[in-house]
T-cell receptor, first 113, second 110 residues
Framework: DGGITQSPKYLFRKEGQNVTLSCEQN?????MYWYRQDPGQGLRLIYY???????QKGDIAEGYSVSREKKESFPLTVTSAQKNPTAFYLC????????????FGQGTRLTVV | GENVEQHPSTLSVQEGDSAVIKCTYS??????FPWYKQELGKGPQLIID?????GEKKDQRIAVTLNKTAKHFSLHITETQPEDSAVYFC?????????FGGGTRLMVKP
């Protein structure tokens, strides 16, 4: 059963704490992405990685960090430097070619309490 | 970089009517234009896509048209049903990644 899995589905964080969101795919995709979605808004790119051990900042990378040690995994850490972290976070993966479908996970809803 | 604009931001139609969502893009190098449907609390799912070597593509009640000269593409849903209610996103590719439009919330009234 191939796909892309995000965990957890819901996450609560106290102010000042770092938290890590998991994203795993078994589609053998080279490229992986993290997006942030705020209520009623579109998808904004946080970070992306097109190959293992390499990643690039997207439009809103400040306050976030990522790693890509394995092809299957692309965890996102929301640091205490992110001033407004409450949002819906979506992970996606695709083949490295530019004109191919991106597959999305089911998302993680992060709430700062 | 690529800029994708999507209109309208909300669309309400009566069941059985047609719905049209329009997008424009800025980067003439873009050659792949997918459309995603996002249901509440879930991740977006691809419903149809079109590549720049064709002008129109249809899949049952859903069709997409592309005008490369004008740099715009549209999603057409015919005979809408309540289960079509969702948020729809268009996207264009440039620089080897997708740039998304702002989304359209479609509401189909029974």
């Amino acid at each position: 059963d191939g796909g892309i899995t995000q965990s957890p589905k819901y996450l609560f964080r106290k102010e000042g704490q770092n938290v890590t969101l998991s994203c795993e795919q078994n589609l053998n995709h080279d490229a992986m992405y993290w997006y942030r979605q705020d209520p009623g808004q579109g998808l904004r790119l946080i970070y992306y990685s097109q190959i293992v051990n390499d990643f690039q900042k997207g439009d809103i990378a400040e306050g976030y960090s990522v790693s890509r040690e394995k092809k299957e995994s692309f965890p996102l850490t929301v640091t205490s430097a992110q001033k407004n972290p409450t949002a819906f976070y979506l992970c996606a993966s695709s083949m490295a070619r530019a004109n191919t479908e991106a597959f999305f996970g089911q998302g993680t809803r992060l709430t700062v309490v | 970089g690529e800029n994708v604009e999507q209109h309208p931001s909300t669309l309400s139609v009566q069941e059985g009517d047609s719905a049209v969502i329009k997008c424009t893009y800025s980067d003439s190098a873009s050659n792949y234009f997918p459309w995603y449907k996002q249901e509440l609390g879930k991740g977006p799912q691809l419903i149809i896509d079109i590549r720049s070597n064709v002008g129109e593509k249809k899949d049952q009640r859903i069709a997409v048209t592309l005008n490369k000269t004008a740099k715009h593409f549209s999603l057409h849903i015919t005979e809408t049903q309540p289960e079509d209610s969702a948020v729809y996103f268009c996207a264009g590719n440039a620089g080897n990644m997708l740039t998304f439009g702002g989304g359209t919330r479609l509401m189909v009234k029974p």
